[in-house]
């Protein structure tokens, strides 16, 4: 069965730098997006991406977030420059159509932690 | 946007049915009724969804009231797998896909 799949599955960090994670959606879904989850705390929506531009993004997803499809296959979260608070559980899903019921596959997550 | 109610909690014992209830008194006419689980240390999971008939599928059912005020998310014979947190979502559609969580109900399954 296809899945979503996320890479490193743990990332140790210095506050202020830099950080990419990674996922590969499923083939051929067209609509991707991120979530995190700080410890004990509720999933947040970051942002949606859908034909190559951001459809929707919450407060948390500020200048220091970027995305990006660079190729056919994978998408990325870019955090510019980590902060403490930044630390969670952060989760790529994807979808195959751009329909409000349509399920949305989670990854297992990247734990970020920062130092 | 439309918001849910469900208990923090729930237990049940194993290989008997659960009933996991929702309430959304103020849900619109457009929205679906997702429900989603998240197991220890896994990321969240599609559980099953409707509109406005009772679904069936071979992970639960979903019954939802005439009025689409509450629904219930059945397992019909909890394991120990199905231990997680599951929680009810609303979907307002209208150009907005993101999915908003709320805490969920922990549910306990007792071997």
């Known amino acids: 069965e296809p899945e979503v799949t996320q890479t490193p599955s743990h990332q140790v960090t210095q506050m202020g730098q830099e950080v990419i994670l990674r996922c590969v959606p499923i083939?051929?879904?067209?609509?991707f997006y991120w979530y995190r989850q700080i410890l004990g705390q509720k999933v947040e929506f970051l942002v949606s991406?859908?034909?190559?531009?951001?459809?929707?993004k919450s407060e948390i997803f500020d200048d220091q977030f970027s995305v990006e499809r660079p190729d056919g296959s994978n998408f990325t979260l870019k955090i510019r420059s980590t902060k403490l608070e930044d630390s969670a559980m952060y989760f790529c899903?994807?979808?195959?159509?751009?329909?409000?019921?349509?399920?949305?596959?989670f990854g297992p997550g990247t734990r970020l932690t920062v130092l | 946007d439309a918001k849910t109610t469900q208990p923090n909690s729930m237990e049940s014992n194993e290989e008997e049915p659960v009933h996991l209830p929702c309430n959304h008194s103020?849900?619109?006419?457009?929205?679906?009724i997702h429900w989603y689980r998240q197991l220890p240390s896994q990321g969240p999971e599609y559980v099953i969804h409707g509109l406005t008939s009772n679904v069936n599928n071979r992970m639960a059912s979903l019954a939802i009231a005439e009025d689409r005020k509450s629904s219930t998310l059945i397992l019909h014979r909890a394991t120990l797998r199905d231990a997680a947190v599951y929680y009810c979502?609303?979907?307002?559609?209208?150009?907005?896909?993101?999915?908003?969580f709320g805490k969920g109900t922990k549910l306990s399954v007792i071997p």
């Open positions: 991406f859908y034909n190559n531009e951001i459809s929707e």
């Open positions: 083939s051929n879904h067209l609509y």
């Open positions: 103020t849900i619109s006419g457009t929205d679906y």
């Open positions: 899903a994807s979808s195959r159509q751009v329909l409000s019921y349509n399920e949305q596959f």
């Open positions: 979502i609303l979907s307002s559609g209208a150009g907005s896909y993101q999915l908003t």
